[in-house]
């Protein structure tokens, strides 16, 4: 089975501070591990994908993340947060055997001028 | 913008009828998905074709089916429509069956009165 977990459901950040997401998935395989972004009324788009390469993944729009396995953690981060982050955010797990993806319930961003 | 198409953006209906959502793949993608998107249970997996054949199903309830033609669009047929099943509808298309990012479209957002 694979499962994903955002833990913060809301984070509110200044513009030009740091941005943390977290995430932490469960996965009985080797995992694929995505975020994407979705902007209000808009679709998801891809910033990034973990397929057991390079464990620090750099994305679009300066994101990056991490696959840590001993945490089983993929948080994603971002140096200084910009006004057109606020959106939300999905972490989302693939998993050899499934077919589909596993969202995560979704952290929403709000970035304060 | 993905290069997944669909339509259309916007479908308001009554409880008990019928709709089809269509969906076309990006330029060489074999694999389409649907996923339902509300704001009780999140983004939900319902449905994946590849090449015309059924592959995965999620929780798609039997008042839904999905097909997916010779030219690799799809289409999404809701019928006995209730009111929780507005819902943001998206399709997602990837080159494979395997752990191949997904690539969204634009969705399309249903409401039943």
């Known amino acids: 089975a694979q499962s994903v977990t955002q833990l913060d459901s809301h984070v509110s950040v200044s513009e030009g501070t740091p941005v943390l997401l977290r995430c932490n998935y469960s996965s009985s395989y080797s995992p694929s591990l995505f975020w994407y972004v979705q902007h209000p009324n808009k679709g998801l788009q891809l910033l990034l994908k973990?397929?057991?390469?390079?464990?620090l993944v750099k994305g679009i729009n300066g994101f990056e993340a991490e696959f840590k396995k001993s945490e089983t953690s993929f948080h994603l981060t971002k140096p200084s947060a910009h006004m057109s982050d606020a959106a939300e955010y999905f972490c989302?797990?693939?998993?050899?055997?499934?077919?589909?993806?596993?969202f995560g319930s979704g952290t929403r961003l709000q970035v304060q001028p | 913008d993905s290069g997944v198409t669909q339509t259309p953006k916007h479908l308001i209906t009554a409880t008990g009828q019928r709709v089809t959502l269509r969906c076309s793949p990006r330029?060489?993608?074999?694999?389409v998905y649907w996923y339902q998107q509300s704001l009780d249970q999140g983004l939900q997996f319902l449905i994946q074709?590849?090449?015309?054949?059924?592959?995965a199903k999620g929780n798609i309830l039997e008042r839904f089916s999905a097909q997916q033609f010779p030219d690799l669009h799809s289409e999404l047929n809701l019928s006995s429509l209730e009111l929780g099943d507005s819902a943001l509808y998206f399709c997602a298309s990837s080159e494979g069956v395997g752990r191949n990012e997904q690539f969204f479209g634009p969705g399309t957002r249903l409401t039943v009165l």
């Open positions: 973990y397929t057991s390469a390079a464990t």
């Open positions: 989302v797990v693939s998993t050899a055997g499934r077919r589909a993806l596993t």
């Open positions: 074709y590849y090449n015309g054949e059924e592959r």
């Open positions: 330029s060489g993608d074999l694999s």
